[in-house]
């Protein structure tokens, strides 16, 4: 299901007309309308979160369809889930700096972003926002994260096989963004586009956060 598509059931499920909606999340009805259609290929996130909250159904549900559809037991179409009012702010970094954590004592001195975004999500440990880049999490099936999601990254989330991950390579400056596969008593970092190789990850290898959500393009 594609994402426009997501956000028509949303909407038709939480039975409100598209000038509720509209006004909810304090956009024009223009706004509603090429959400559900597709025509609107970009979603901010006060936008998507006030989707959500208008909706009853997951934000991040919405934005690439993973997990449920709400937070809550099944609801009737006049009554959706009703969504955490709690939100968080994390800051928006670069992937050098965040490649920068593997070694600094504090890479993230208080006032050391200019940008912060929100999320549902309350981390465990220090965590950030990343802007994907490339194709390398771009996959034809199944989970694809492609160029220009954002993610947030926790620093203190467990670490297990299948998470997707933010890992440094020694002979590398720069974060980058794979999914962490076991064989053999080895570790792998695997992108999720085939066209890509696996590459070991071994002891000069560090392992700096989980990717906890994903957000569409800004």
């Given at each position: ?80 889930a009703i ?49 994907v880049r ?45 999914k962490l ?38």
């Open positions: 299901m594609e994402r426009h598509e997501r956000i028509a059931r949303a909407i038709a499920v939480s039975g409100k007309k598209k000038g509720e909606i509209a006004t909810e999340c304090g956009v024009a009805n223009s706004a509603v309308t090429q959400w559900i259609s597709g025509e609107s290929k970009s979603l901010r996130p006060e936008n998507l979160y006030a989707l959500a909250k208008a909706t009853g159904f997951r934000a991040e549900w919405l934005a690439i369809g993973e997990g449920p559809e709400t937070d809550g037991a099944a609801q009737s179409n006049v009554a959706p969504q955490p009012s709690m939100s968080y702010r994390y800051p928006v970094i670069s992937w050098v700096a965040a490649g920068a954590w593997a070694e600094a004592v504090e890479p993230f001195p208080p006032g050391f972003s200019d940008r912060y975004e929100i999320s549902d999500y309350n981390s465990k440990g220090v965590a950030f926002w990343l802007e490339g194709d390398s999490m771009t996959s034809p099936t199944g989970t694809s994260i492609p160029e220009g999601m954002m993610i947030l990254v926790d620093t203190e989330a467990e670490v297990t096989s299948g998470k997707l991950v933010i890992a440094k390579l020694a002979n590398s400056g720069e974060a980058t963004f794979k596969v076991e064989d053999g008593g080895r570790r792998y970092l695997k992108p999720l586009n085939p066209e890509y190789k696996m590459v070991e990850c071994g002891e000069d290898c560090r392992i700096i956060g989980v990717a906890v959500r994903v957000m569409g393009k800004l």
